[in-house]
């Protein structure tokens, strides 16, 4: 059986402060190592801990990545590994396309946007289990790869606006296995893109009464001082182990919200409000 969604307490409690700043530090650990903007964490943990609904769970990770992604950004752009155009021209894609998704997460059903995230995780971890990432490669530029580098923004910010994810689950291992990045660089370009994309859809987000910003501000501030330990474990883990890691991680959440999934729809056919 499953919990009901808990609905937002008008005064947070001291217990759902804790619990936020778990999220933010969990998921501010993995922005730094693995450079995706911790939401494809924040957002399976809000679901679970919190007992948020889809809709919301997407919304505050989103609102959450904004400082993550601001403090991840600097550190790698600090230590060299950032491709500042590139990650404009993400950016510029995606500022488009999370105003489609953000209006997504408003109009579709909840059973639609789980299972939805649950595919793309799927998705993500297959993926990231086939690419092995280097340390030596670099963007080489081109018109061609400047508009797939904007297509691709714009696809990035469309699922960040529909999952609350950062969109750098999708485009880390599309820089290195496209448009040949090391796994360094690859991170920190996704981390600068998701600084607009986060900042547009939260807006939106708010104006739509689908994120309580106290709820983001709480995980995001949590979420970026762990950011900068993250940042600091990439540095040193090998790419092969990041990489793997971050798969396996990303294949047993799928795993583990698919279980959810099933006993919340069996509990609806069965009128069980549990």
Do not use: C, E
Not at 156 to 185: E, H, N, Q, R, T
């Amino acid at each position: 059986m499953t919990s009901p969604t808990a609905p937002a307490p008008d005064r947070p409690t001291a217990r759902h402060i804790l619990l936020l700043v778990l999220v933010g530090t969990i998921g501010g650990v993995f922005s730094g190592a693995l450079g995706v903007g911790g939401g494809i964490v924040m957002v399976p943990l809000l679901l679970m801990l919190l007992r948020f609904d889809q809709r919301r769970a997407a919304a505050t990770s989103l609102a959450a990545i904004v400082l993550s992604s601001i403090s991840g950004a600097a550190t790698y752009t600090v230590a060299g590994h950032t491709d500042v155009l590139a990650g404009l021209l993400l950016g510029a894609g995606g500022v488009v396309g999370t105003l489609i998704g953000t209006r997504l997460l408003k109009v579709l059903p909840i059973a639609i946007l789980r299972w939805g995230f649950i595919a793309l995780l799927v998705v993500i971890a297959v993926r990231m289990l086939l690419v092995v990432a280097d340390r030596g490669g670099d963007i080489a530029f081109s018109i061609p790869l400047a508009i797939g580098l904007v297509v691709s923004g714009i696809v990035m910010g469309i699922l960040a606006g529909m999952f609350g994810i950062g969109g750098g689950v999708l485009i880390v291992p599309l820089l290195v296995a496209v448009f040949g990045a090391s796994d360094l660089i690859a991170k920190g370009t996704s981390l600068l893109a998701m600084i607009p994309i986060s900042i547009v859809g939260s807006i939106a987000n708010v104006r739509n009464q689908l994120v309580r910003p106290l709820d983001g501000f709480v995980i995001g501030g949590t979420a970026l001082l762990a950011s900068l330990g993250g940042a600091a474990i990439a540095f040193v883990m090998p790419a092969w182990l990041s990489t793997l890691l971050f798969g396996l991680f990303v294949a047993a959440t799928a795993i583990q919200l698919t279980i959810r999934a099933i006993n919340q729809h069996r509990a609806a056919r069965s009128g069980d409000p549990t």
